[in-house]
């Protein structure tokens, strides 16, 4: 999938990859203890497992096996590709906000200054877990309280909050104790990448656990803000200059918090 095999072919970066692997090694784990070779596995097996999860996860899950499948063929590793022609329906559910009970004190029960960071960006300003790893110490600008965050399609520029400046200060704080000698540009770094002189941003996958005390996903937080600010207005430009988000995904947060703007009235004809 690097592109290093005996036939030319179209290089994958380390952060797909490794989303593929999140989601593919608990079923090569399941085929190991039943078969002795990935040739044994048939069309009906790679089905069989895409039945056993659905949304998000169904679609994820089949990308990953596709491509690795794919890859296999191409090696020569295998010779026919069990996971083509094997499709799975995904259904994108409206967006619903998480219950108030379960964002008390979020923040305050984050176990790390890293940890409280992450998730004042993730809640409040709806950064996703690849926007906050490929943050850099240029783009922020404390003293006027500015952001600049990288997004697929180009710099955006994010106005911080109090109370999320405080707690980057914190962070900023605490790594340049550890970690003095540093010369990592990313934000946020760990113990391996901050002393990595190639400097390279965290794994976005590093972030989940820092949410995993708290008993929620980063993705559900990213979706309860913009829906909370979807409520506050119907606007889906500004949905879409704020978070960043495509037209379809922002009329999907309008549709979701305002419902009774796209139900047809039935005494109209």
């Known amino acids: 999938m690097r592109g290093n095999g005996r036939r030319p072919s179209p290089v994958v970066d380390w952060g797909t990859i490794r989303h593929y692997a ?28 895409l039945e056993t999860v659905t949304g998000h996860r169904a679609h994820a899950l089949h990308s990953s096996l596709r491509s690795l499948f794919r890859a296999l063929k ?5 010779f026919r590709d069990p996971a ?19 964002l008390i004190g979020l923040i305050d029960r984050a176990p790390t200054a890293m940890a409280k ?35 697929n399609y180009g ?26 000698r540093s010369t990592n540009p990313h934000l946020f770094v760990t113990q391996q990448t901050s002393l990595d002189p190639t400097g390279p941003p965290l794994a976005k996958f590093t ?3 820092l949410f995993l005390n708290l008993g929620i ?17 119907a606007d889906p430009v500004h949905l879409m200059r704020g978070f960043g988000i495509s037209d379809t995904t922002a009329m999907k947060y309008v549709k979701a918090a305002h419902p009774h703007r796209f139900t047809k009235d039935p005494t109209r004809a």
């Open 117 to 151: 960071a992450v998730v004042a960006l993730t809640a409040i300003h709806a950064l996703g877990p690849t926007e906050i790893a490929r943050l850099q110490f240029t783009d922020l600008n404390r003293s006027k309280g500015r952001m600049t965050v990288r997004r």
């Open 74 to 78: 191409r090696e020569r590793v295998i």
């Open 22 to 49: 999140h989601y593919s090694l608990p079923v090569l784990r399941q085929w190991g203890a039943q078969v002795s070779s990935l040739r044994e596995i048939t069309t009906t097996d790679v089905e069989a497992v």
């Open 217 to 233: 996903q980063p993705r559900q937080l990213r979706i309860d803000r913009i829906l909370d600010e979807a409520h506050e207005t």
């Open 84 to 102: 083509r022609g094997v499709s799975v329906t995904y259904v994108a559910s409206a967006p619903r906000r998480i219950p108030s009970d379960r």
């Open 207 to 209: 972030l989940r656990p």
């Open 155 to 180: 710099p955006d520029t994010l106005y911080l909050d109090e109370l999320t400046t405080k707690l980057l200060a914190n962070w900023l704080r605490e790594r340049f104790e550890r970690w003095p």
